[in-house]
């Protein structure tokens, strides 16, 4: 094989083994959070880019212990779903002025997520990455 054959299935092994990286080091943030405790709170704005990587942007209020905090924070890792439909669903989920339960860390009250299921950005992060190694592996083969 000359190094032109390799260059493209490398180039996608590189990218999945980012993405799968990628889950796995978010991956303890979320179990972290998992035991957050939860405060009400309201959507202040909320906003999606229409163009790629389609990020949704939330500003929420919550109160812990008297005193107000503002968060932005979707999910405790930032990660963002990057697909225009599972930003649309998250963007209409959180519609300025609808109340949400907010995860915050009873240590920092600062610190806080609307979502601590992992399930979503750290699979499509997964996925993605053995989809590529898949297709890398498919082009060597």
Do not use: C
């Amino acid at each position: 094989m000359s190094p032109r054959d390799v260059a493209l299935p490398g180039a996608f092994a590189l990218l999945g083994a980012f993405q799968i990286g990628r889950a796995l080091i978010r991956l303890p943030r979320f179990i972290v959070a998992a035991r957050w405790k939860e405060a009400e709170g309201k959507v202040l704005s909320s906003d999606l880019e229409s163009t790629r990587p389609y990020r949704v942007s939330v500003t929420y209020r919550y109160v812990v212990d008297g005193a107000a905090y503002i968060g932005d924070q979707i999910n405790p890792a930032g990660l963002h779903p990057g697909t225009l439909q599972d930003s649309s669903l998250i963007f209409h989920k959180y519609r300025p002025g609808a109340p949400v339960t907010v995860y915050y860390d009873p240590r920092a009250p600062g610190r806080a997520a609307l979502e601590t299921d992992p399930y979503l950005p750290v699979m499509a992060a997964l996925t993605s990455g053995l989809v590529l190694l898949y297709i890398a592996a498919r082009m060597v083969i």
